[in-house]
């Protein structure tokens, strides 16, 4: 049962949780230990926030749609979001929820989180990586080679 677990879902769930507990944290440390608020106007903040979750949610159903929950370790997808990013839904994850917390809030702690989200998803996501590995072998290496974990390379066309 944890191998399909883990096929299914990965680290998925525990990001999602730490995502949670640390934009909470920042939201949190701003009432404790005071910094400005970011400087724009609250509806502009609001806006922002909004485009972000929806792009989010578009990126979300995006990468649901190109690697459906019942072929996750069985096919190695390299297209459509995963063409770009090895872990589009981590990244969608924390990008467009800790945008829209920041956004809302306006508070700087809440980069300070997503800064130790993210070095918290790269040690999580190594075991991921190291299964995908185990059932894909060359396949994967070569996949990993030329995309980037969680943030696409912007390259001139060739």
Same mark, same amino acid.
């Not at 507990?21 to 009432?31: D, E, G, S, W």
């Not at 792009?55 to 190109?66: D, E, H, I, N, Q």
């Given at each position: 049962?944890?191998?399909?677990?883990?096929?299914?879902?990965?680290?998925?769930? $525990?990001?999602?949780?730490?995502?949670?507990?640390?934009?909470?944290?920042?939201?949190?440390?701003?009432?404790?230990?005071?910094?400005?608020?970011?400087?724009?106007?609250?509806? +502009? @903040?609001?806006?922002?926030?909004?485009?972000?979750?929806?792009?989010?949610?578009?990126? $979300?159903?995006?990468?649901?749609?190109?690697? =459906?929950?019942?072929?996750?370790? &069985?096919?190695?997808?390299?297209?459509?979001?995963?063409?770009? +990013?090895?872990? =589009?839904?981590?990244?969608?994850?924390?990008?467009?929820?800790?945008?829209? +917390?920041?956004?809302?809030?306006?508070?700087?702690?809440?980069? +300070?989180?997503?800064? @130790? $989200?993210?070095?918290?998803? @790269?040690?999580?996501?190594?075991?991921?990586?190291? /299964?995908?590995?185990?059932?894909?072998?060359?396949?994967?290496?070569?996949?990993?080679?030329?995309?980037?974990?969680? /943030?696409?390379?912007? &390259?001139?066309?060739?």
């Amino acid at each position: 049962m944890a191998k399909a677990y883990e096929r299914i879902f990965g680290s998925g769930p $525990l990001l999602l949780a730490l995502t949670i507990i640390l934009l909470a944290t920042a939201v949190r440390l701003q009432q404790l230990i005071w910094l400005p608020p970011l400087p724009w106007p609250a509806p +502009v @903040c609001w806006g922002l926030a909004g485009l972000a979750l929806a792009l989010g949610g578009a990126s $979300l159903v995006w990468s649901l749609r190109a690697l =459906p929950l019942k072929e996750r370790g &069985r096919k190695l997808v390299t297209e459509g979001p995963y063409r770009y +990013v090895r872990h =589009p839904l981590y990244s969608t994850m924390f990008l467009s929820l800790g945008l829209a +917390v920041f956004f809302v809030t306006r508070t700087f702690w809440v980069l +300070v989180a997503m800064g @130790c $989200l993210f070095a918290l998803a @790269c040690l999580l996501v190594r075991r991921e990586e190291a /299964f995908m590995e185990r059932c894909f072998g060359e396949a994967w290496r070569a996949y990993a080679r030329r995309t980037p974990r969680f /943030f696409p390379q912007w &390259r001139p066309r060739k």
